[in-house]
C-alpha cells in the first residue's frame, strides 16, 4: 500500500473514530432529511398521486375511476381540470387523467374516443410508470366493453410542472448542505493537528507535502460520495423522491462542491490558530449560509437584502446547482453560472491556502 | 565515544531571533559520528531551537548547519530520510493505535523497521493496540521515542526525551539510548537531568542566551572550574567561617544552606587541621562530608540558576 493510501485510511480512521466529527459530516444531514421528509413529505408511502377530473360523469368514467383507485400504486384526488392542474404545477400529483364529457356516449357507440393524460416528460420515470398503467387500464376497459376494438385511446398532454414538491426541493439541498459542512468542518482538524504539532512531526519526516494535503482531499471526497449516496437513498427509499438527471454530471457537481468547500476549509485554517478558534469561526462561517442558501425554504422567500447577502454565498450555488440536476429545480441561476463560481471559490480559496497555509 | 572522519553534524555561528528574542545568537559545536552530544540549559537558553534547525524544521537567520556533510536547507528531503526525530512536545494523531502510528510513519520512510520490534524496543507490548490517546504521558514519550527510530536513522535528535518518564522507564530509554550508540548511531539530545547527561553524553555544551557557556566532556567541565573538592558539615556557631578559610589546603569557606562548605586542594589535610579544631573546642561536627564537585556546580557556577527552575 503506498503513502498516500496509508495516510488516507490513516484519516479515515481518525475521522470515524472522532464521534463529534462523525455526527456532524453524517448524522446531522441524515436527520435533516428525516425531520423534513416528515414534516414536508405527506405520503412517505412511495405512492404517486394523480388527479382525477370526471367531466363526463356517466357509469363509464366512473368505472375508469374505481380502475385508477384500485391500483395500489396511485392515490387518486379528484377536481376540476383547472385545480388540478394547479396541484400538478405545485408538484402534490405528478399527473392527471381527464375523462373528456362525451366518453360514456361514445363507449356506448362503440366509436373511437379518447382520454387524456397531463404527465411531465421531464420526471420520466413517475411519467412512465402512469403512462403503463393508463394503458393497461384503457386495453382492459377495451377487452371488456368493446370485445378488444380500441374505443378508448389516450391522448397525452403534456404539462411542465415548474414547482417540484418539498421533499424533491430540500433532498439536493440538504445534501449542498452536507458537502458545505464537510468542506468547511475540514479546517478543524488540520488546525487541531498544526496546534498539537502532528503537522511539524510530520514535517521533519521525508514525507512531500503534498501528500498529505492529498490523503486529506481524497479522504474527504469519498466521504462527499457516500453522504450523496447515503442522502439520495434516504430521499428515495423513505420520500420516494427520484433523481431525474444525469448521474454523471451529478456526482461531478458533487465532487467539484466538496472541492469548493474543502478549499474553504483549508482557507480558514490557514488563518485560524487555536482548535476553539476554529470551532467558532467554522460555525459562525456555515450557520449563515444554511438558513440563508435556500437549503430549509426557496431563496424567493427571503427578503430583498438576505437575497442579495445570500447570492454572495457559494452554497446558493451548489445547492441550486444540485436540485437542477437531481429534481429539475427552478434555478436561480443558470447551470453555467453556478459551476463558475463554484469554480472560482475552489480557485481562489486554494491560492490563498497554498500562500498563507502554516505547518507550525 | 571516538571521533572520526567528517562530522554528522556541523554548526558554525549559527542566529535566530523571534522579533527582538535572540534564541540562538552565535553558536558553534561539531558532533561526530558515533558520538552522544547533549545540549544543557536552563528554560528559553534555545536548545530546541538549535534542534529543529537542524532538523530542517525551522530557518536559520545566518551561520552554516551540515548534516552529514549537506547543507540542511538545501538537502532536506535526503538528510530526513536518514534522521531520527523526537520533539520536545508529543506530537501524535490522537485516535490511531500505537500498531497503527508506527505502520504509518514507516510508509513515509524507503526503509523502515518492522513494527513489532519499535514496539518490543520501548517496551510498549501491552498498549501495542491502544489509542495514542489512551496512553499515560511516559507511553507517549516511548512512543514519540519509537517513532524517531522508526528509519533505523544514523543520526537521531532527542528533546528531552526521558522528561515525565518515571525511575525505572527512564533507565531502560538509558540503555536503549547506550545500546543505539554500541551500534555507531550518532545522537544529539537535550535534558535537564545531570546524572542522564553524565551518564550518556560523550560530550555537552551548555547553553544560556543563545549563547554556549561551555563544552567538553563532563569531567573536563568540572575540573575546569573546580579543581577542588569540598568537605561540608552542619554549620555551628561555635565555628566561624572566617576562621575556618585559614585551615590547611582551604581555598574558599562559605556556607550554603546552613551547611559550611570548605573547598580545597588538599582534602586529608584539610580533614585532619578541622578535626584538630574541633577537638579542641571539645565539640563534634555533625554531617561531615566529602563531595567531588558536580556538573550541577559547573552549571549553577555558570548560569546562576539551577538546571531545572
Ligand atoms: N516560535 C517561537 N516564536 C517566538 N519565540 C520563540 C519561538 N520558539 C522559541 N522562542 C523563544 O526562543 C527562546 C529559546 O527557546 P527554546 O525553545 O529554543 O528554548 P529551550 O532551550 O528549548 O527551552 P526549554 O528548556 O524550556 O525547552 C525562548 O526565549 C523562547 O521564548
Ligand atoms: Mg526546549
Known amino acids: ?360 | 565515544m571516538t571521533q572520526s572522519g567528517e562530522p554528522v553534524i556541523g554548526v558554525a555561528n549559527l542566529c535566530k531571533c523571534y522579533g527582538d528574542v535572540k534564541a540562538v545568537d552565535g553558536i558553534s559545536f561539531q558532533v561526530g559520528r558515533g558520538e552522544v552530544f547533549g545540549l544543557l540549559g536552563p528554560n528559553g537558553a534555545g536548545k530546541t531551537t538549535t534542534i529543529e534547525i537542524l532538523e530542517g524544521l525551522r530557518e536559520p537567520d545566518s551561520g552554516s548547519v551540515t548534516v552529514f556533510g549537506m547543507d540542511v536547507t538545501r538537502h532536506a528531503p535526503s538528510i530526513k530520510q536518514r534522521i531520527g526525530v523526537q520533539l520536545q512536545t508529543v506530537s501524535l494523531y490522537p485516535r490511531l493505535t500505537v500498531t497503527e502510528l508506527l505502520d504509518l510513519f514507516g510508509s513515509f520512510y524507503a526503509h523502515h523497521l518492522p513494527t513489532k520490534q519499535l514496539i518490543d524496543a520501548v517496551d510498549l507490548g501491552e498498549r501495542a493496540k491502544a489509542r495514542s490517546m489512551n496512553l499515560s504521558g511516559g507511553q507517549q514519550q516511548r512512543l514519540s521515542i519509537a517513532l524517531a527510530l522508526v528509519n533505523d536513522p544514523e543520526l537521531i535528535f532527542l528533546d528531552e526525551p526521558t522528561t515525565g518518564l518515571d525511575p525505572q522507564a527512564r533507565r531502560s530509554l538509558w540503555d536503549l539510548i547506550k545500546g543505539l550508540q554500541g551500534r555507531g548511531k550518532s545522537i544529539l539530545m537535550t535534558t535537564h537531568y545531570m546524572e542522564e547527561a553524565a551518564e550518556l553524553c560523550d560530550r555537552v555544551a551548555i547553553m544560556d542566551h543563545g549563547h554556549i557557556l561551555e563544552m567538553g566532556t563532563v569531567p573536563e567541565l568540572i575540573g575546569r572550574r573546580f579543581k577542588e573538592r569540598a568537605v561540608f558539615f552542619d554549620t555551628s556557631p561555635k565555628l566561624p567561617v572566617e576562621q575556618l578559610g585559614k585551615l590547611d589546603g582551604v581555598t574558599r569557606a562559605a556556607v550554603e544552606d546552613g551547611q559550611t562548605v570548605l573547598y580545597s586542594r588538599d582534602v586529608a589535610g584539610t580533614i585532619g587541621a578541622l578535626l584538630g579544631l574541633t577537638d579542641q573546642l571539645n565539640i563534634d561536627p555533625h554531617n561531615l562530608g566529602i563531595r567531588q564537585a558536580t556538573l550541577e556546580d559547573v552549571f549553577l557556577d555558570l548560569t546562576g540558576r539551577a538546571l531545572r527552575d
Not at chain 1, 165 to 187: E, K, R
Not at chain 1, 212 to 225: E, K, P, Y
Request: proline letters at 3%; glycine letters at 10%.
Open chain 1, 1 to 360: 500500500m503506498n503513502t498516500l493510501m496509508r495516510l488516507t485510511v490513516a484519516n479515515i480512521r481518525s475521522l470515524v473514530r472522532d464521534r463529534a466529527a462523525l455526527f456532524w459530516t453524517f448524522f446531522f444531514p441524515v436527520m435533516f432529511v428525516f425531520l423534513f421528509g416528515w414534516i414536508f413529505g405527506g405520503s412517505g408511502d412511495g405512492k404517486v398521486a394523480i388527479g382525477f377530473v370526471d367531466q363526463d360523469n356517466t357509469p363509464v368514467s366512473m368505472g375508469l375511476q374505481q380502475a385508477f383507485s384500485q391500483v395500489t400504486l396511485l392515490t387518486i384526488q379528484t377536481g376540476s381540470l383547472e385545480a388540478e392542474k394547479a396541484a400538478m404545477q405545485h408538484g402534490d400529483i405528478s399527473a392527471i387523467v381527464v375523462v373528456p364529457s362525451g366518453t360514456g356516449v361514445a363507449v356506448a357507440a362503440k366509436s373511437a374516443t379518447s382520454i387524456q393524460l397531463y404527465i411531465d416528460p421531464s420526471s420520466s420515470q413517475v411519467s412512465q410508470v402512469v403512462e403503463q398503467i393508463a394503458d393497461q387500464i384503457a386495453s382492459g376497459f377495451n377487452l371488456q366493453l368493446a370485445g378488444g376494438s380500441a374505443v378508448v385511446g389516450i391522448q397525452q398532454m403534456t404539462l411542465q410542472s415548474t414547482n417540484i414538491s418539498t421533499v424533491a426541493y430540500l433532498v439536493p439541498s440538504i445534501l449542498a448542505m452536507a458537502l458545505m459542512q464537510l468542506g468547511v468542518f475540514a479546517a478543524i482538524p488540520l488546525v487541531q493537528q498544526r496546534e498539537k504539532g502532528i503537522l511539524k512531526r510530520i514535517g521533519a519526516t521525508p514525507l512531500a507535502r503534498w501528500k498529505l494535503v492529498g490523503s486529506n482531499v481524497l479522504m474527504r471526497l469519498m466521504v462527499a460520495i457516500v453522504d450523496a449516496v447515503v442522502i439520495l437513498g434516504i430521499g428515495l427509499i423513505f420520500f420516494n423522491v427520484q433523481i431525474v438527471g444525469n448521474l454523471l454530471a451529478a456526482a461531478g457537481l458533487v465532487l467539484l462542491g466538496a472541492g469548493a468547500f474543502l478549499a474553504i476549509g483549508f482557507a480558514l485554517a490557514s488563518f485560524l490558530k487555536t482548535e476553539e478558534q476554529a470551532t467558532g469561526v467554522v460555525q459562525v462561517v456555515q450557520m449563515p449560509m444554511m438558513f440563508l442558501s435556500g437549503i430549509f425554504f426557496s431563496f424567493d422567500f427571503l427578503p430583498g437584502f438576505l437575497q442579495t447577502v445570500a447570492r454572495f454565498m457559494p452554497l446558493t450555488y451548489l445547492a441550486d446547482a444540485l436540485r437542477q440536476v437531481m429534481v429539475n429545480g427552478t434555478q436561480v441561476a443558470p447551470l453555467g453560472v453556478d459551476v463558475a463560481i463554484l469554480t472560482g471559490w475552489l480557485v481562489v480559496c486554494l491560492g490563498i491556502a497554498a500562500r498563507s497555509f502554516r505547518w507550525e
